[in-house]
């Protein structure tokens, strides 16, 4: 081999060793970040429990791997109240703690916040104690009032490699998980007034789309109808793109919740989970 063949070979090696060596240090911290934030959610969940009275508890056993992947019947229309998010609230001070999302029988079970409008996306790489991660905080979409509420709430949530945060929303790109568990809970705790609302959503329509300016569906931006066409319209197109039919057809009038997620077969997709507030 003359020496410019060397040479060249050597550079490919080192290249590719450095490629290797940035790949490995890269799913470490991703896998490393990952486990902090579970640990953290985890921590945060037990808090949550230890504040509903020991009469008032169901279950707080962790569900099984199957269970997680694919619960086999659909929980009660109403969780169970007497989770006190002022106790929590005072653990856990964060003054954009908003609520709690939860879907029953699966790893979605976590805080919910939201930063100011000037601050947008603040959690898209930050835990709830607001230090960096990958796989950030679940959060509400800075316009939208989570209290009044508006008439449509947007959550954003990572789809993460280890099935936490939203990746379970891609179970519902089949009917079969819907028919199973279509419910979605989502309490809100006002930190201002401590005030606290617990409800129970019905998914209506699981659909995809992409986020790329001027292509496809920008279900994010409408938070308030200003007419019943508004509304009506709204809920037309959600239905139109969804990957089944559930039924469900929200009225005018009626509250929304949209949890959105990174989809990967479109170029710059997302995965939208809409559903109904019922109680």
């Not at 009626?254 to 990967?264: F, G, I, N, R």
Request: negative net charge; contains cysteine; glycine residues 6%.
């Amino acid at each position: 081999m003359d020496q410019k063949k060397k040479g060249i070979y050597i550079t490919i090696v080192i290249v590719l060793a450095v490629a290797l060596l940035g790949s490995a240090i890269y799913l470490f911290q991703y896998f490393m970040s990952s486990k902090e934030n579970a640990d953290l959610n985890e921590q945060l969940r037990e808090d949550l429990i230890s504040t509903v009275p020991t009469t008032t508890v169901a279950t707080t056993e962790a569900p099984t791997e199957e269970e997680t992947t694919e619960p086999t019947t659909e929980p009660q229309a109403t969780y169970a109240e007497g989770r006190d998010y002022k106790a929590f609230y005072e653990k856990n001070p964060n003054e954009d703690f908003v609520g709690w999302l939860r879907i029953d029988g699966t790893k979605v079970d976590y805080p919910v916040v939201q930063s100011s409008v000037d601050n947008a996306n603040y959690y898209l790489y930050r835990d709830y104690n607001k230090k960096n991660s990958t796989p950030g905080t679940i959060y509400a979409r800075e316009q939208c009032d989570v209290f009044k509420p508006s008439d449509n709430v947007t959550l954003y949530g990572h789809t993460m490699k280890d099935g936490s945060m939203f990746a379970y929303l891609h179970n519902y790109t089949a009917k079969a998980t819907w028919d199973r568990n279509s419910l979605i809970f989502f309490d809100t705790f006002n930190p201002k007034t401590g005030d606290v609302e617990y409800h129970t959503y019905k998914i209506f329509a699981v659909f995809k789309t992409s986020a790329n300016i001027g292509e496809g569906f920008s279900y994010h931006k409408f938070e308030n109808a200003a007419t019943q066409k508004d509304f009506d319209d709204f809920v037309s197109t959600c239905k139109s793109l969804a990957f089944y039919d559930t039924g469900v057809t929200p009225q005018y009038g009626d509250k929304l919740l949209c949890l959105s997620t990174c989809e990967y077969t479109l170029d710059n997709g997302r995965l939208v989970v809409a559903a109904v507030r019922i109680s």
